[in-house]
């Protein structure tokens, strides 16, 4: 059943009053934006990108061969911003924008007022509750107030250091890396946003599925993509890890397969329930007060936690060498 928009009938979903971007944030992302504001030069180059495109011309940039959304264009999604910014109690609603392009992606980009662009291959391959994650996943990078980052690496990456003689004199390369480092992270805290907007684990599964395979779900299969989501985060020794880093290292997003795997692990540890229980940090006093520390302390645990099993490996497969070649040099010395 449909109601007069075409959507299809709402289901209730919690309304998280006052939730604050913390509550969702991983801790690698808030790890790697502290390490990207310790590079040395990197406040300059925001700064510079910033000064000479101004917030009216960033938005031309994006917005200038783009819809805008609204009751009369693209109305489903206009309805589904609008949701999602009242299930996350935020008070205004951001531009939403439609390009045309076959690539599937969407982002939150902008200065002052950070607005969504989606990209018409993502409206056409996901449904209406896919598209409903997708949007409170951009939501999340707005209510985080990612985009002005997020907006200095796009405009890095399009342009080209070539593109960008205002910057001469600031070491690019090291700026480039630690954004598209925290770029990737942020998209961990933000599919747990899409989570929370949407209120439906399937749906939001169901966009990393078709974001890796494609749309034909007559030849896909939800719970198989899963363990193979869970597969891929356990598998493999050192040598595998570092293929995992090296095929991501010029990357803006995570694999689908890893985003999936670990968004299951946050609902695991039951962090998802609790937080439509009530459980949660509000907006205000309490979020500002919260000790960098605190952050700091959670974000090196995750990364220790993280390096100590890549340790391991590293030194369980020496170990396995040492071994191997004390037994071959045993065996020539016997001949």
Do not use: C
Not at 117 to 140: F, K, P, W
Not at 194 to 208: C, E, H, I, K, W
């Amino acid at each position: 059943m449909t109601d007069a928009t075409g959507l299809p009938s709402p289901r209730p979903r919690k309304v998280l009053q006052q939730i604050a971007p913390v509550t969702w944030e991983h801790p690698a992302d808030r790890a790697a934006l502290q390490t990207l504001r310790a590079i040395p030069g990197f406040d300059e180059a925001v700064r510079k990108i910033v000064g000479t495109f101004g917030e009216r011309g960033i938005r031309l940039l994006f917005q200038a061969n783009a819809v805008r959304v609204g009751p009369t264009q693209f109305p489903v999604l206009h309805t589904l911003i609008t949701e999602g910014s009242a299930t996350m109690d935020w008070p205004e609603a951001p531009e939403v924008y439609v390009t045309q392009t076959p690539f599937v992606n969407a982002g939150a980009v902008g200065v002052d007022r950070p607005f969504i662009i989606l990209n018409s291959g993502a409206v056409s391959l996901l449904d209406t509750d896919e598209l409903r994650a997708l949007l409170g996943h951009e939501l999340g990078h707005v209510m985080s107030g990612h985009a002005l980052y997020r907006t200095v690496l796009i405009l890095i990456l399009e342009l080209g250091f070539q593109n960008l003689p205002f910057l001469a004199g600031i070491a690019l390369l090291p700026i480039k890396l630690a954004l598209l480092e925290w770029y990737r992270k942020s998209e961990l805290s933000a599919d747990r946003a899409g989570l929370l907007a949407s209120q439906d684990p399937t749906a939001t599964n169901r966009v990393f599925l078709k974001l890796a395979g494609g749309g034909d779900m007559t030849q896909m299969d939800l719970d198989a993509f899963m363990r193979q989501a869970s597969e891929y985060e356990e598998r493999g020794g050192a040598l595998d890890t570092m293929y995992k880093i090296l095929n991501t290292l010029g990357a803006s997003h995570p694999f689908n397969t890893l985003r999936a795997a670990e968004l299951k692990h946050w609902t695991d540890t039951g962090a998802y329930e609790r937080i439509l229980g009530g459980d949660y940090q509000r907006r205000g006093a309490p979020e500002q007060e919260r000790p960098l520390s605190q952050d700091l302390g959670d974000a090196a645990a995750h990364y220790a936690s993280e390096a100590k099993k890549t340790v391991e490996q590293v030194a369980d497969a020496a170990k396995r060498a040492a071994r191997a070649f004390t037994d071959a040099f045993k065996d020539t010395t016997k001949r």
